[in-house]
C-alpha cells in the first residue's frame, strides 16, 4: 500500500533586518535543502514566504529559518498562517513588491567580511586589491539607501551597469552575491581618483601605493569612506599630527587611530576580550582602550589621556592602505571643527582644502552622512559615546506601541529621533547644532529618515530651552504642519531614555548629572535626582544652586566657575590657591560684582560645572579647549591615586519635601588639601569618592521616602568611567536594581528618545 503525504501550504512573513543581508538566497536554499516549493519576496514591510510541502518539513524549515539565518540579519517576528496548497511546481525568488505606506527595517554599513578580505588579497581574484568588493554579509547598506525596498535601483549604485560575471553572481542564488545590491568589480564598479588639494588630478599607475608613500611622507590625506570623508595621516608623527590639528582647529580635542589587525591595537593598547570582540564586531567602532605607555602613537593623538580611541579598518581601501602605508594612521571626521563631515567630492575640495595635501576620492555617491560610532566596554557592557556608522538607523525596541513622533533632540551631540509602532528610530549622530551647516545636515537627514520608515509625526518633541537650534526648528514644524508640539525638560528625558533603552517603565530614582539643561525653573539645572517614569517627574533632590559668573565665559573658564561659587559660599579667596593664576585683578573684581549683583551670573545646579570648579580650584586646568576637557583631566588624575578611600564632606539638608545638596563643607575641604599640598591626583580620588556617597546617600533618602528601589543614571557626566566603575557596585551593593545606558549614549545623543517616549506617554 502506498503511503500519501498531505501537502500543506504555509504563508510566512519575517520583519527585522532581513533585506540587503542574503536572506532570501538563505531561504531558497532552506527550502531545497526542505523539499518545499513555492517562492519568497522582498517587499517594503517584510520578506514573504509560500513554502508549501510536507507539513513536518515545513515546521522544520520555519525553525531552522531562526537558527540559522545570516549572519548579518536580525528577526524581529515571525508569522505564520495556513493556507490552501498551491501545487507549486518550484521554489523561486520573485522580484521585490512596493507597498505604500509599509516599511522595512534597514542594515547598518558593515565592516567588510573574511571572504571579502581574502579576495582582495589575493592575487588570482578577479578582485585582487579592488577597494569596493563587498557581498550579502558585509559592505555599504544605509548610507547608499534612497528608498525601499532595497534593490539596487534604490541605490546610489543604479548608475553602475554590472558586468556579465557580476552579473550572474547576482543572478546566483547559490552565490554569496546573490542581490548584493552594491556588486561591483574593477571592470564596472566604483573607482578611485586621487587629486591635489587644488583639484588637480594626480595621475599614477596605482593610487593605494601613492597614497602609502604620501601617508609615510607625513602628508595630510583626505579620504572618502563609507559615510563622508575622513582626515588621515601618520599617528606616529609629531610633525603630522600637529599639523593637522592646526589645520583643523582642533588644539586639544582626542583624535582616533585606525591600525591594520587586533594584533597591532594590542601593541597600543591593553584590550580585553570584550574590547577585542567590539573591535572586530560588524559594527567595528572606534573603542576607547587603555593606552601602553611603551605605544609610538605620539602623545599629541590624545593629549593628557589614558584612554586611546582605536578602530580596525571596516572598508576594503582601509585594508588596503593601512597595508600600503604600514602605519597606524590617525582617522579623523572630514570636517573643521564642529562642522558636519565632507559628503561629496565637491563639497570636500571645497571645505577640506585649507586641511587636506590630497583627496583620494571615488564615484560612488553617498546619500547619508555618517561619522564612526565611539564606544567603550565598561563594568563588562558594550556603551556608546556617540553611536552612528554599524549601529543606526537599527531602531530601538519600546516597550510599547507608539504613535508616530519625532523628536528633535538637543543643541549638543544632537540625534533626532522618529518612532512608529514599537520602533524608535534614533539617528546617526548629527553633532553640535551650531552653524547652519549642521542644521541642513539635520533637515535632510529628518527628510530620508521620514521616507525610509514612512514616518509622517502627529506629535514633534522638543527640549524645553527656547534657544537650542532643534526646539526652534521644532516650533516652526509644528506651526508649519499644524502639529502639537510637546516641550519635554531636558533630565527628565535623560532618565525616560535610560528606562526606554532598559525596556522598563518606572517609577525609578532618577540620577540625572551634566553640564547644562534648562530647568523648569528657568535655572539651568545638571544635578538632579527625581523620581520619573515615562509621564512625569518630581525632583526630590538636587545640588545646590551657585552662580555662574560670565555664564558662557564660565563654561569655557572654569577659573571663573570655581571664583563664583567660593564668593557665593562666602568662602574666602585664600590667593596662595594655584587657580589665582589664571586672572587678572581686573576680571577678579568684574567677577565678584556679576556674583554679589546677580548680573550675568546665570543659577546653576550642574555636576559638570561642580567637576570644572574643583579642577580649576586645584590649578589642573583653569581654560578648556573643548567640551568636558577640565571634567576629563580631573578623572585621568584620580586614576593614579585609586586605592584613595577618603572623601569630602557634604550635607543633605532638608526643605520640605526637598533635599538640597550643600557643598561649603566640600569646597572648604578641598582648599584645604590644597594649600597643604595634597597631591592633585589624591585630590581627584578623594572628590570622586565624594560624588559616589552623594548618590549613594540621596538615593537612599529618596527610597526611604518613596520605597522605589530601581535606580537610573544618565547624563553626560557618566561617560567618567571611574564614577561608574565605583558607583554601580555601591548602589547595588546597597540593594539598588541599577539602569544605565547600552542602546543610546548616556550623554545628549540620548535625549530624543527619551523626548519620543515622554510625548507619546502624555498623549495616549
Same mark, same amino acid.
Given at each position: 500500500?502506498?503511503?500519501?503525504?498531505?501537502?500543506?501550504?504555509?504563508?510566512i512573513?519575517?520583519?527585522?533586518v532581513?533585506q540587503?543581508?542574503?536572506?532570501?538566497?538563505?531561504?531558497?536554499?532552506?527550502?531545497?535543502?526542505?523539499?518545499?516549493?513555492?517562492?519568497?519576496?522582498?517587499?517594503?514591510?517584510?520578506?514573504?514566504?509560500e513554502?508549501?510541502?510536507?507539513?513536518?518539513d515545513?515546521?522544520?524549515?520555519?525553525?531552522?529559518?531562526?537558527?540559522?539565518?545570516?549572519?548579518?540579519s536580525?528577526?524581529?517576528?515571525?508569522?505564520?498562517?495556513?493556507?490552501?496548497?498551491?501545487?507549486?511546481?518550484?521554489?523561486?525568488i520573485?522580484?521585490?513588491?512596493?507597498?505604500?505606506?509599509?516599511?522595512?527595517?534597514?542594515?547598518p554599513?558593515?565592516?567588510?567580511?573574511?571572504d571579502?578580505?581574502?579576495?582582495?588579497f589575493?592575487?588570482?581574484?578577479?578582485?585582487?586589491r579592488?577597494?569596493?568588493?563587498?557581498?550579502?554579509?558585509?559592505?555599504p547598506?544605509?548610507?547608499?539607501?534612497?528608498?525601499i525596498?532595497?534593490?539596487?535601483p534604490?541605490?546610489?549604485?543604479?548608475?553602475?551597469q554590472?558586468?556579465?560575471?557580476?552579473?550572474?553572481?547576482?543572478?546566483?542564488p547559490?552565490?554569496?552575491?546573490?542581490?548584493?545590491?552594491?556588486?561591483?568589480?574593477?571592470?564596472?564598479?566604483?573607482?578611485?581618483?586621487?587629486?591635489?588639494?587644488?583639484?588637480?588630478?594626480?595621475?599614477?599607475?596605482?593610487?593605494?601605493?601613492?597614497?602609502?608613500?604620501?601617508?609615510?611622507n607625513?602628508?595630510?590625506?583626505?579620504?572618502?569612506?563609507?559615510?563622508?570623508?575622513?582626515?588621515?595621516?601618520d599617528?606616529t608623527?609629531?610633525?603630522?599630527?600637529?599639523?593637522?590639528r592646526?589645520r583643523?582647529?582642533?588644539?586639544?580635542?582626542?583624535?582616533?587611530?585606525?591600525?591594520?589587525?587586533?594584533?597591532?591595537?594590542e601593541?597600543?593598547?591593553?584590550?580585553d576580550?570584550?574590547?577585542?570582540?567590539?573591535l572586530?564586531?560588524?559594527g567595528?567602532?572606534?573603542?576607547?582602550?587603555?593606552?601602553k605607555?611603551?605605544?609610538?602613537i605620539f602623545?599629541s593623538?590624545a593629549?593628557g589621556?589614558?584612554?586611546?580611541?582605536?578602530m580596525?579598518?571596516?572598508?576594503p581601501l582601509h585594508h588596503?592602505l593601512?597595508?600600503?602605508?604600514?602605519?597606524?594612521?590617525?582617522?579623523?571626521?572630514?570636517?573643521?571643527s564642529e562642522?558636519?563631515?565632507a559628503?561629496?567630492?565637491d563639497?570636500?575640495?571645497?571645505?577640506?582644502s585649507?586641511?587636506?595635501?590630497y583627496?583620494?576620492?571615488?564615484n560612488r555617491?553617498?546619500?547619508?552622512?555618517?561619522?564612526d560610532?565611539?564606544?567603550?566596554?565598561?563594568?563588562?557592557?558594550?556603551?556608546?559615546?556617540r553611536?552612528?556608522?554599524?549601529?543606526?538607523?537599527?531602531p530601538?525596541?519600546?516597550?510599547?506601541?507608539?504613535r508616530?513622533?519625532?523628536?528633535c533632540?538637543?543643541?549638543?551631540?544632537?540625534?533626532?529621533?522618529?518612532t512608529?509602532?514599537?520602533?524608535?528610530?534614533?539617528?546617526?549622530?548629527?553633532?553640535?547644532?551650531?552653524?547652519?551647516?549642521?542644521?541642513?545636515?539635520?533637515?535632510n537627514?529628518?527628510?530620508?529618515?521620514?521616507?525610509?520608515?514612512r514616518?509622517?509625526?502627529?506629535?514633534?518633541?522638543c527640549?524645553?530651552h527656547?534657544?537650542y537650534?532643534?526646539?526652534?526648528?521644532a516650533?516652526?514644524?509644528a506651526?508649519q504642519?499644524?502639529?502639537?508640539?510637546?516641550?519635554?525638560?531636558?533630565?527628565?528625558?535623560h532618565?525616560?531614555s535610560?528606562?526606554?533603552d532598559?525596556?522598563?517603565?518606572?517609577?525609578?530614582?532618577?540620577?540625572?548629572f551634566?553640564?547644562?539643561?534648562y530647568?523648569?525653573?528657568g535655572?539651568?539645572?545638571?544635578?538632579?535626582f527625581?523620581?520619573?517614569?515615562?509621564k512625569?517627574?518630581?525632583?526630590?533632590?538636587y545640588?545646590?544652586?551657585?552662580?555662574l559668573?560670565?555664564?558662557?565665559q564660565?563654561?569655557?573658564?572654569?577659573?571663573?566657575?570655581?571664583?563664583?561659587?567660593l564668593l557665593a559660599?562666602?568662602?574666602?579667596?585664600?590667593k596662595?590657591l594655584?587657580?589665582?593664576?589664571?586672572?587678572?585683578k581686573?576680571?577678579?573684581?568684574?567677577?565678584?560684582?556679576?556674583?554679589?549683583?546677580g548680573?550675568?551670573?546665570?543659577?546653576?545646579?550642574s555636576?559638570g #560645572? *561642580?567637576f %570644572?570648579?574643583v579642577? $580649576?580650584?586645584t590649578?589642573?586646568?583653569?581654560?578648556?579647549?573643548? /567640551? !568636558?576637557?577640565? +571634567?576629563?583631566?580631573?578623572e585621568?588624575?584620580?586614576?593614579?591615586?585609586a586605592?584613595?578611600?577618603?572623601s569630602?564632606?557634604?550635607?543633605l539638608?532638608?526643605?520640605?519635601?526637598t533635599?538640597?545638596i #550643600? *557643598?561649603? %563643607?566640600?569646597f572648604t $575641604?578641598?582648599?584645604?588639601?590644597?594649600?597643604n599640598?595634597?597631591? /592633585? !591626583?589624591?585630590? +581627584?580620588?578623594r572628590?570622586?569618592n565624594?560624588?559616589?556617597h552623594?548618590i549613594?546617600?540621596?538615593?537612599?533618602?529618596?527610597?526611604?521616602?518613596?520605597s522605589?528601589?530601581?535606580v537610573?543614571?544618565?547624563?553626560?557626566?557618566?561617560?567618567?568611567?571611574?564614577?561608574?566603575?565605583?558607583?554601580?557596585?555601591?548602589?547595588?551593593? !546597597?540593594?539598588?536594581?541599577?539602569y544605565t545606558h547600552?542602546?543610546?549614549p548616556c550623554?545628549?545623543?540620548?535625549?530624543?528618545?527619551?523626548?519620543?517616549?515622554?510625548?507619546?506617554t502624555?498623549?495616549?
Amino acid at each position: 500500500m502506498v503511503k500519501v503525504t498531505a501537502i500543506s501550504l504555509s504563508r510566512i512573513s519575517v520583519r527585522g533586518v532581513v533585506q540587503g543581508v542574503g536572506f532570501r538566497p538563505f531561504v531558497y536554499q532552506l527550502a531545497i535543502r526542505h523539499n518545499l516549493h513555492g517562492w519568497v519576496c522582498n517587499t517594503s514591510e517584510d520578506v514573504k514566504i509560500e513554502a508549501e510541502g510536507n507539513k513536518q518539513d515545513i515546521e522544520f524549515f520555519i525553525n531552522d529559518l531562526r537558527e540559522q539565518a545570516p549572519p548579518m540579519s536580525y528577526i524581529e517576528e515571525i508569522e505564520v498562517t495556513a493556507g490552501r496548497p498551491e501545487d507549486y511546481a518550484k521554489f523561486e525568488i520573485r522580484p521585490s513588491v512596493p507597498e505604500a505606506g509599509k516599511y522595512q527595517l534597514i542594515s547598518p554599513d558593515i565592516a567588510t567580511c573574511p571572504d571579502c578580505l581574502r579576495e582582495i588579497f589575493s592575487p588570482s581574484d578577479r578582485r585582487y586589491r579592488y577597494p569596493f568588493t563587498n557581498c550579502t554579509n558585509c559592505g555599504p547598506r544605509f548610507t547608499i539607501i534612497n528608498d525601499i525596498p532595497y534593490d539596487r535601483p534604490n541605490t546610489t549604485m543604479k548608475s553602475f551597469q554590472m558586468c556579465p560575471e557580476c552579473q550572474k553572481e547576482y543572478n546566483n542564488p547559490f552565490d554569496r552575491r546573490f542581490h548584493a545590491q552594491p556588486n561591483a568589480c574593477p571592470v564596472c564598479g566604483p573607482q578611485l581618483e586621487l587629486r591635489i588639494a587644488q583639484g588637480v588630478r594626480v595621475d599614477t599607475d596605482d593610487i593605494i601605493k601613492k597614497v602609502g608613500e604620501l601617508l609615510k611622507n607625513g602628508k595630510i590625506i583626505a579620504i572618502k569612506g563609507l559615510g563622508g570623508f575622513l582626515l588621515a595621516c601618520d599617528a606616529t608623527s609629531d610633525k603630522a599630527v600637529n599639523l593637522l590639528r592646526l589645520r583643523k582647529n582642533r588644539p586639544a580635542k582626542p583624535l582616533a587611530i585606525m591600525v591594520a589587525t587586533i594584533e597591532e591595537a594590542e601593541r597600543h593598547c591593553e584590550v580585553d576580550e570584550d574590547e577585542a570582540k567590539l573591535l572586530t564586531s560588524p559594527g567595528s567602532p572606534i573603542v576607547l582602550m587603555k593606552w601602553k605607555t611603551e605605544s609610538n602613537i605620539f602623545q599629541s593623538v590624545a593629549p593628557g589621556l589614558k584612554y586611546l580611541g582605536v578602530m580596525l579598518p571596516y572598508t576594503p581601501l582601509h585594508h588596503l592602505l593601512l597595508k600600503e602605508a604600514g602605519l597606524p594612521l590617525v582617522m579623523t571626521s572630514g570636517n573643521l571643527s564642529e562642522e558636519p563631515i565632507a559628503r561629496d567630492n565637491d563639497e570636500a575640495l571645497k571645505r577640506l582644502s585649507g586641511i587636506a595635501d590630497y583627496f583620494l576620492m571615488h564615484n560612488r555617491d553617498i546619500y547619508a552622512r555618517y561619522d564612526d560610532s565611539v564606544m567603550i566596554v565598561e563594568q563588562g557592557i558594550p556603551r556608546f559615546t556617540r553611536r552612528a556608522r554599524g549601529y543606526a538607523p537599527y531602531p530601538i525596541r519600546l516597550p510599547f506601541k507608539s504613535r508616530q513622533i519625532l523628536g528633535c533632540g538637543a543643541e549638543e551631540k544632537n540625534t533626532f529621533c522618529l518612532t512608529r509602532d514599537n520602533y524608535a528610530f534614533v539617528s546617526q549622530h548629527i553633532g553640535d547644532m551650531e552653524n547652519l551647516e549642521t542644521l541642513e545636515h539635520y533637515v535632510n537627514t529628518i527628510t530620508l529618515y521620514k521616507k525610509l520608515f514612512r514616518i509622517e509625526p502627529q506629535i514633534i518633541a522638543c527640549d524645553m530651552h527656547p534657544e537650542y537650534l532643534p526646539t526652534k526648528y521644532a516650533k516652526e514644524l509644528a506651526e508649519q504642519e499644524k502639529i502639537k508640539l510637546v516641550s519635554v525638560q531636558h533630565h527628565h528625558a535623560h532618565i525616560a531614555s535610560c528606562l526606554a533603552d532598559n525596556g522598563v517603565k518606572g517609577p525609578v530614582i532618577g540620577v540625572s548629572f551634566d553640564g547644562t539643561g534648562y530647568g523648569t525653573d528657568g535655572n539651568i539645572w545638571g544635578g538632579e535626582f527625581m523620581v520619573a517614569d515615562f509621564k512625569k517627574f518630581d525632583r526630590p533632590a538636587y545640588l545646590e544652586y551657585l552662580p555662574l559668573a560670565g555664564g558662557a565665559q564660565a563654561i569655557r573658564k572654569p577659573y571663573r566657575t570655581a571664583i563664583g561659587y567660593l564668593l557665593a559660599l562666602g568662602i574666602g579667596l585664600d590667593k596662595n590657591l594655584p587657580l589665582f593664576k589664571y586672572i587678572k585683578k581686573s576680571e577678579l573684581e568684574i567677577i565678584k560684582e556679576q556674583v554679589a549683583k546677580g548680573v550675568n551670573a546665570p543659577l546653576t545646579s550642574s555636576m559638570g #560645572r *561642580l567637576f %570644572d570648579a574643583v579642577t $580649576a580650584l586645584t590649578g589642573i586646568r583653569g581654560i578648556i579647549e573643548y /567640551e !568636558a576637557q577640565a +571634567a576629563i583631566d580631573l578623572e585621568m588624575l584620580a586614576y593614579i591615586a585609586a586605592d584613595e578611600n577618603g572623601s569630602y564632606p557634604f550635607a543633605l539638608e532638608q526643605h520640605d519635601s526637598t533635599s538640597v545638596i #550643600r *557643598l561649603h %563643607d566640600l569646597f572648604t $575641604a578641598i582648599i584645604k588639601d590644597v594649600l597643604n599640598k595634597t597631591s /592633585e !591626583a589624591v585630590i +581627584a580620588a578623594r572628590f570622586h569618592n565624594t560624588v559616589v556617597h552623594m548618590i549613594l546617600e540621596t538615593c537612599q533618602d529618596i527610597s526611604a521616602k518613596t520605597s522605589i528601589i530601581k535606580v537610573a543614571l544618565s547624563g553626560g557626566v557618566f561617560q567618567n568611567r571611574l564614577l561608574v566603575r565605583k558607583t554601580l557596585p555601591l548602589l547595588e551593593s !546597597a540593594g539598588f536594581e541599577v539602569y544605565t545606558h547600552r542602546q543610546v549614549p548616556c550623554n545628549d545623543g540620548g535625549i530624543s528618545l527619551g523626548q519620543v517616549v515622554i510625548a507619546n506617554t502624555n498623549e495616549v
